[in-house]
């Protein structure tokens, strides 16, 4: 047997990371600037421990400076710096990593992960857009400032530089194939992508071309007078970055602040329905901000955007493995330390913490909207619809998610639409009908059921989302004595006295039924207590959910047969009235089939060939109706 190390030739490796480095060019940017941005952070904390003297006052910043002239883009700060030693050490040694060996020296006097760097790769993206790369670095220790040189191949020279300030300049040469980096409005685009939120004031200036005093002249007239050129004021700098939200407490947040950032991150113009403030240190790190968009409709697209950050230094866009999936919609920023800069896909979809953040953020969801319902009630029911469809599809999806959430969870009441909890339904109805909840899937086409039960002083609840019956069937195998029934399932509350005297004549409205409208339809007489309604259709619960299922399925043949029955009532006058028309054959026919298209029309929507026919009739029996009289 034979062992050995493995020998890697930086070579063959830098080519690869020149071009393979990053799969998008731009990163560089974000790279150097949270370099720069982490030397400031270096210092400011080596000055907080007395290990650094800084004068008074001192303002820190990152500046990128576009020379188009020159074709450079220099990335300047006044943090650490670094001696040529330390230059030997983290630039030289590829992928050593600077921030580590601080985190290291200093783990004792940090708290929790307050350096963005990782592994030390960051400062290589330069030569991805770059022919050669100066750098120029004076160290907060003093001494000689070091410059050091490379055009991305093995060699380097290090050698005395002329800069006299603390801190270090990176000068990028910028290749021919990468000129539009040269961009002003560019640049700018991609700092505010990756850095708006970097803790450190980040500013960009294009060097500007000095102008002859010929060209000044020229500017200011005939006279040769430059006025206001002596002694005119600089105009203030405003840097691209701006304070993260979620860095602050809750407490220390107004209404108005969340509205505003949500409005700000995500060009929506409509304000968000809630957040939720996020604010976790253990097991790991984790800060952010979302939000619960306001929809219009329930088919509305609903793909959220949640941004990931890594201390404040945007690392992806749209990370849906952090969000659970039934909360796919929410808009928000997510800031955890504990994720590298160059996290890719597989990593979030197998790393453990990940799979721990979908689960907090479950818990602070669930949380949050119990705190609202208790708090607010009005409000929460005024955005409820807007929201139950995810809720209802979370509490399918997770057990947990479902416990925490149950107490929040409310129903639309036929009794003056208002709202009620399950429990309240229940507790409520329990001398009518325990242990049952009927329910109403399309007040407009049910509406005659609802009439019905409105007269007899019952009580339904309003389901009418695609998510509501795979959400009643998990309530009803988690709750084994609670069964829903469809307002239209059963008519056992809304009978009337069975009258035993008039069986005869029952059998006979069913039989002039049955040859009009054949042995296909189900026919039963009853009594309801309702003298308005002529017939319904009742179709079995069960029967009625597995024909929705099949719809799910793209109407696939499930094996079993609809279980629809016509129910005559008894106690309607034109029912009565039919059995003295029994020897007009064709006007007994028209009624009969115009009772059982009526009672279909509140039970469902009519074919296209079903409303011809129904339309004819009706003209039919108008004209009956004028021939009369």
């Known amino acids: 047997m034979e062992k050995g190390n493995?020998?890697?030739?930086?070579?063959?490796?830098?080519?690869?990371?020149?071009?393979?480095?990053?799969?998008?060019?731009?990163?560089?940017?974000?790279?150097?600037v949270s370099n720069g941005c982490d030397a400031i952070s270096k210092l400011k904390k080596l000055a907080d421990m007395g290990d650094a003297t800084l004068p008074?006052?001192?303002?820190?910043?990152?500046?990128?400076?576009?020379?188009?002239?020159?074709?450079?883009?220099?990335?300047?700060?006044?943090?650490?710096?670094?001696?040529?030693e330390e230059i030997k050490r983290y630039i030289n040694q590829i992928a050593?990593?600077?921030?580590?060996?601080?985190?290291?020296?200093?783990?004792?006097?940090?708290?929790?992960?307050?350096?963005?760097?990782?592994?030390?790769?960051?400062?290589?993206?330069a030569f991805m857009v770059s022919h050669k790369v100066h750098i120029d670095s004076l160290s907060y220790t003093g001494g000689t400032a070091t410059t050091w040189v490379s055009d991305g191949a093995t060699e380097y020279t290090i050698s005395e530089s002329s800069k006299t300030t603390r801190g270090t300049e990176i000068t990028l040469f910028i290749d021919e194939e990468s000129e539009d980096f040269l961009m002003e409005y560019k640049v700018r685009e991609i700092l505010r992508k990756y850095c708006t939120?970097?803790?450190?004031?980040?500013?960009?200036?294009?060097?500007?071309?000095?102008?002859?005093?010929?060209?000044?002249?020229?500017?200011?007239?005939?006279?040769?007078?430059?006025e206001g050129i002596e002694g005119a004021e600089?105009?203030?700098?405003?840097?691209?970055?701006?304070?993260?939200?979620?860095?602050?407490?809750?407490?220390?947040?107004?209404?108005?602040?969340?509205?505003?950032?949500?409005?700000?991150?995500?060009?929506?113009?409509?304000?968000?329905?809630?957040?939720?403030?996020?604010?976790?240190?253990?097991?790991?790190?984790?800060?952010?901000?979302l939000y619960f968009p306001r929809l219009r409709h329930e088919f509305e697209q609903t793909e959220g955007q949640v941004k990931l950050f890594c201390n404040q230094v945007f690392v992806a866009d749209n990370v849906k493995e952090v969000i659970p999936e039934f909360l796919l919609l929410l808009k928000g920023v997510i800031d955890c330390p504990d994720i590298p800069l160059n996290v890719s896909r597989s990593f979030l979809q197998n790393d453990a913490n990940v799979a721990k953040m979908s689960g907090y953020v479950a818990r602070k969801m669930a949380d949050r909207l119990n705190s609202i319902y208790k708090k607010d009630k009005e409000n929460y029911t005024k955005y409820w619809d807007h929201i139950s469809p995810f809720i209802k599809y979370g509490c399918i999806k997770e057990k947990s998610f479902y416990e925490k959430m149950e107490p929040a969870i409310i129903y639309k009441s036929t009794t003056n639409e208002e709202y009620v909890t399950l429990q309240d339904y229940l507790d409520r109805?329990?001398?009518?009908?325990?242990?049952?909840?009927?329910?109403?899937?399309?007040?407009?086409?049910?509406?005659?059921?609802?009439?019905?039960?409105?007269?007899?002083?019952?009580?339904?609840?309003?389901?009418?989302?695609n998510v509501d019956n795979?959400?009643?069937?998990?309530?009803?195998?988690?709750?084994?004595?609670?069964?829903?029934?469809?307002?239209?399932?059963?008519?056992?509350?809304?009978?009337?006295?069975?009258?035993?005297?008039?069986?005869?004549?029952n059998e006979e409205i069913s039989e002039i039924f049955k040859q009009s409208l054949g042995e296909k339809v189900k026919i039963k007489v009853e009594y309801l207590k309702s003298k308005n309604?002529?017939?319904?259709?009742?179709?079995?619960?069960?029967?009625?959910?597995?024909?929705?299922?099949?719809?799910?399925?793209?109407?696939?043949?499930?094996?079993?047969?609809?279980?629809?029955?016509?129910?005559?009532?008894?106690?309607n006058p034109l029912v009565q009235q039919l059995l003295t028309k029994k020897d007009k054959k064709e006007e007994v026919e028209l009624i009969t089939n115009h009772i059982y298209d009526l009672a279909n029309m509140s039970h469902k929507q009519l074919s296209s060939q079903q409303m011809s026919r129904f339309v004819e009739r009706s003209n039919k029996l108008l004209e009956m109706v004028l021939e009369e009289k």
Not at 15 to 20: L, Q, V, Y
Not at 100 to 122: A, C, R
Not at 199 to 225: L, S, Y
Not at 480 to 502: C, M, P, T, Y
Request: charged fraction near 30%; hydrophobic fraction near 35%; charge should be negative.
């Open 96 to 125: 050593f990593s600077g921030a580590n060996d601080f985190v290291e020296k200093y783990k004792d006097s940090l708290s929790g992960n307050e350096i963005i760097g990782h592994f030390g790769l960051g400062f290589y993206s």
């Open 429 to 465: 109805n329990k001398e009518k009908h325990e242990n049952t909840v009927y329910y109403v899937s399309d007040p407009n086409l049910q509406s005659q059921y609802v009439n019905m039960f409105k007269e007899q002083d019952m009580e339904a609840v309003i389901l009418e989302k």
């Open 533 to 571: 309604v002529p017939a319904v259709i009742l179709l079995s619960e069960q029967s009625r959910r597995m024909g929705e299922m099949s719809k799910m399925f793209g109407g696939m043949d499930m094996g079993f047969q609809i279980d629809e029955e016509l129910v005559l009532n008894a106690n």
């Open 234 to 289: 600089e105009l203030t700098p405003t840097p691209i970055n701006k304070a993260p939200l979620w860095i602050k407490q809750p407490s220390e947040c107004t209404d108005e602040d969340y509205k505003s950032f949500y409005k700000d991150i995500f060009s929506d113009f409509n304000d968000p329905l809630f957040w939720i403030h996020l604010n976790m240190d253990y097991p790991f790190t984790l800060k952010g901000i």
């Open 56 to 84: 008074e006052g001192q303002e820190f910043a990152v500046v990128v400076e576009i020379n188009k002239e020159e074709k450079t883009i220099k990335i300047i700060d006044n943090g650490i710096g670094m001696t040529a």
């Open 6 to 32: 493995l020998s890697i030739n930086s070579e063959n490796i830098m080519p690869i990371i020149k071009k393979w480095l990053y799969s998008d060019t731009d990163i560089f940017l974000r790279e150097l």
């Open 470 to 505: 795979p959400f009643i069937s998990y309530l009803e195998s988690y709750k084994n004595d609670v069964r829903f029934k469809r307002i239209d399932s059963d008519i056992a509350d809304l009978k009337g006295e069975s009258q035993e005297a008039d069986k005869e004549k």
């Open 197 to 226: 939120f970097m803790p450190i004031d980040i500013f960009v200036e294009t060097v500007k071309k000095e102008k002859t005093t010929e060209e000044k002249a020229d500017e200011a007239g005939e006279t040769g007078e430059i």
